[in-house]
């Protein structure tokens, strides 16, 4: 049972518009939740997080959009740069279970120039 | 450079070998965690340590062995492995694995190969 999914595998998006990265979950318990950015050859880096308690939470040019009820996340890149291309990935925790992280299976992101 | 470094980065092992993956970390933390991460798959955890204390074991088999003699360091021993444990294996850190709302910090990972 795969508690978050990512259900696009790939985005493609021209540089200077809008990416739209989307998560879905299933566990009512999550609380707070990731975005990593993996490049290839390295480990996950942590991009932006946002707490339960918020619909929205900002970072230059990294947005985190949360909507229990629909228990859906998204992350939004505006402009979008080449340098973004990675592979991103949703992840969610509750506070039952510590640091435990729980990933999505990640979205390729490709931002052509 | 996110302060959590593993060796090797490459690995191939035949199914009667026996080898050990590293990870240190210099930022501090004082908990360590394993991560198998296979292709198109979600990263899935393996082991955690708070406090060089295991505290998860996530249904691994006894094929891998973690080990933790520090905060800083953290190792996976294997041994008898399958070609279905190829996988990119990764090691985060965090400050605690009790506090709530922080992030882990990854080391590039070991990528192997199991013939």
């Known amino acids: 049972d795969q508690q978050v999914k990512q259900n696009s595998p790939s985005l493609s998006v021209q540089e200077g518009r809008i990416s739209i990265l989307n998560c879905d979950y299933t566990?009512?318990?999550?609380?707070?939740f990731l975005w990593y950015k993996k490049y290839p050859a390295e480990g996950p880096t942590f991009l932006i997080s946002?707490?339960?308690?918020?619909d929205k939470n900002e970072d230059g040019r990294f947005t985190v959009f949360l909507n229990k009820s629909a228990k859906h996340l998204s992350l939004h890149i505006v402009p979008s740069q080449p340098g973004d291309s990675a592979v991103y990935f949703c992840?969610?925790?509750?506070?039952?279970?510590?640091?435990?992280?729980?990933f999505g299976e990640g979205t390729q992101l490709t931002v052509n120039p | 450079e996110t302060g959590v470094t593993q060796t090797p980065r490459h690995l191939v092992m035949g199914m009667t070998n026996k080898k050990s993956l590293k990870c240190e970390q210099h930022?501090?933390?004082?908990?360590m965690y394993w991560y198998k991460q296979s292709a198109k798959k979600p990263l899935e955890l393996m082991f955690v340590?708070?406090?060089?204390?295991?505290?998860e074991n996530n249904s691994v088999p006894s094929r891998f062995s973690p080990e933790c003699p520090n905060s800083s360091h953290l190792f996976l021993h294997l041994h008898t492995l399958q070609p279905e444990d190829s996988a990119l294996y990764l090691c985060?850190?965090?400050?605690?694995?009790?506090?709530?709302?922080?992030?882990?910090?990854f080391g590039p990972g070991t990528r192997l190969l199991v013939l």
């Open positions: 946002i707490s339960s308690i918020k």
């Open positions: 566990n009512s318990m999550f609380d707070y």
């Open positions: 985060a850190s965090s400050q605690d694995r009790f506090a709530g709302g922080e992030t882990q910090y």
């Open positions: 992840a969610a925790k509750s506070e039952t279970s510590g640091s435990r992280l729980t």
């Open positions: 340590y708070n406090f060089k204390e295991q505290t």
């Open positions: 930022l501090g933390h004082n908990a």
